[in-house]
């Protein structure tokens, strides 16, 4: 259901609510007041993005994607806040099948920006990974900074510590016959 409908719905419902309330039916008033405040709230948090979000948490990456995926165009089903938080999501389960293919959406949320910092230092620490991969040194040592500076909390400390670890052992691989020696 697109974001119109369900701001619609939730005026008629709120208006219904006013009126039920005025002619003094009270308990259809304040259930009809809740019913309005639960399709208001799933303009500003989409059911889909909360129920993906507890698969993720549980480490269910085919449930989540299933529920994500029901997304079908996230430009006129979510609210502009979340456009960055929908990306990062699909990020995060594309980098599980194929890490290079996720960084076009890491990139995508970045740009479109997310209000929390440690899902901004969850980004830029992915795409750190992906520049590892890559062997771009420079770019994943701007990007770890960066990630470091946004986790403000310290959630991700661990995560960066052994990343930077990672990093400084890219300097001690040496190649010689397209082999690497450890």
Known sequence: MSNIVRLIVACVLFGAAVALCAFGFWGWGILSLLFGGIVLLSFFFNENMIIAQYFLRKDNQAKA???????TDYEKQLHK???GYYNLLIGLIESRKAPMKSEKYFKKALSLGMKMSHNTALAKLSLAGISMAKRNKREAQMYLSEAAKDDKNKLLADQIKMMK???AQMDKQVVKGGYRQF
Request: aromatic letters at 16%; a negative charge; zero cysteines.
């Open 65 to 71: 994607e299933e529920w994500l995926y029901k997304i």
């Open 165 to 167: 670890g990672q990093l």
């Open 81 to 83: 806040n979340q456009h």
